[in-house]
């Protein structure tokens, strides 16, 4: 396998001016890949030139990808300081003292000292087995609050301060829920984690985050055309068949896939996009070295953006609510415990 050069690859920076890669490998295999599979590619990865690994306790791989991680420093492919790894606090360990041990649980897994990243996978406590159905619902889940939230977050900076994780982030979150939690962080986060494709370009939540020096890392960054069945409705779009990025695809000779990554990469956001197969997961990386869209691609594609939601999240809703659309303040407001 060749290797790509990294001075190849554009970079991101975190708000403390440290460069990150502009694009990572996403481990989650949204139930239909095994966790050796996505082991088994995320050594591949590393080999040909990936260094930013995104993972979840709740993806149920964390142990598999800590061998490889391992394997990888051990066999003098990357030290570890090249690598970048994120990992998330699952939405069951949120209670007091329990972010430090799901975080010692990732460490251990990982095989890892630190973690580089570690997020807010959600911002409530509402639980859902993996792989459960679209239509269950867990009877103690409840509405956001900041209360709580805090009581999270304060653990995460806590585990920053013990040197465990370098940075800590949130993920899945809204402008009016940002606003109301910013201001009392005592560390900011460096990364939103977000759904972000060209049919989902979240214009409003993307600009609030670059303006508070916090990076956007975008998952589903293709649309997830491999995504749960518990996730698809009806009225969900293909990003690859959005007429926009199918014009570039064939300007560029590529795979409309190829398109979206690119678009995501000269945008300024970290996509990262999963893929088991070597052939897939070496072309993500390779074509945001080469052969840029144009400006009119880019302007082409930005007015594409149809707000299609794909990861809506209705597992996590509670007794009451009204829709999947509480759970993102889709009126402009937080849905609390008390009411709006």
């Known amino acids: 396998m060749e290797q790509m050069d990294q001075n190849m690859l554009p970079k991101r920076k975190l708000s403390t001016g440290e460069p990150i ?3 990572g490998l996403g481990t989650f295999g949204s139930d239909k890949y095994g966790a050796s599979d996505i082991a088994k590619a995320v050594y591949g990865a590393i080999k040909y030139g990936y260094r930013l690994i995104d993972c979840a306790s709740v993806y149920q791989n964390e142990s598999n990808i800590g061998e490889v991680l391992e ?20 939405n069951d360990m949120h209670g007091e003292g329990k972010v430090g041990e799901a975080c010692r649980k990732s460490l251990s897994d990982l095989k890892l000292d630190y973690l580089d990243l570690y997020f ?11 792989g459960c159905d679209g239509d269950s619902r867990n009877p103690d889940s409840r509405p956001f609050s ?6 999270t977050w304060r653990q995460c900076e806590a585990l920053a301060e013990q040197g465990l994780v370098r940075y800590i982030g949130m993920s899945n979150m809204t402008i009016p829920k ?14 939103l984690e977000m759904e972000l494709h060209p049919s989902f370009q979240q214009q409003e939540l993307f600009a609030y985050a670059l303006e508070h020096d916090i990076l956007p890392i975008g998952y589903c960054p293709i649309g997830s055309p491999s995504r749960p069945e518990r996730d698809r409705t009806g009225e969900d779009l293909a990003d690859t068949e959005l007429s926009a990025v199918k014009a570039a695809a064939r300007a560029h000779g590529v795979h409309p896939a190829i398109i979206c990554l690119k678009w995501a990469v000269q945008r300024g956001q970290v996509p990262i996009p999963f893929s088991v197969k070597p052939e897939q997961y070496m072309a993500n990386l390779k074509c945001v070295t080469e052969d840029p869209l144009t400006a009119q691609e880019m302007e ?9 939601r794909l990861i809506k999240g209705q597992v996590f809703l509670w007794e009451g609510a009204g829709g999947w659309q509480d759970l993102w ?12």
């Open 21 to 23: 890669p502009c694009m």
């Open 178 to 191: 940002l606003e109301a939690v910013l201001p009392l962080c005592r560390i900011k986060p460096a990364a």
């Open 300 to 308: 082409a594609i930005r007015l594409e953006d149809k707000n299609c």
């Open 329 to 340: 303040d889709m009126d402009g407001k937080i849905v609390t415990k008390t009411g709006k």
């Open 120 to 130: 807010v996978h959600w911002p409530f406590p509402n639980y859902h087995a993996p």
């Open 71 to 90: 394997k990888v420093v051990r066999e003098n492919i990357v030290e570890r300081k090249e690598l970048f790894v994120t990992s998330k606090v699952w």
């Open 146 to 151: 900041v209360e709580e939230f805090m009581g």
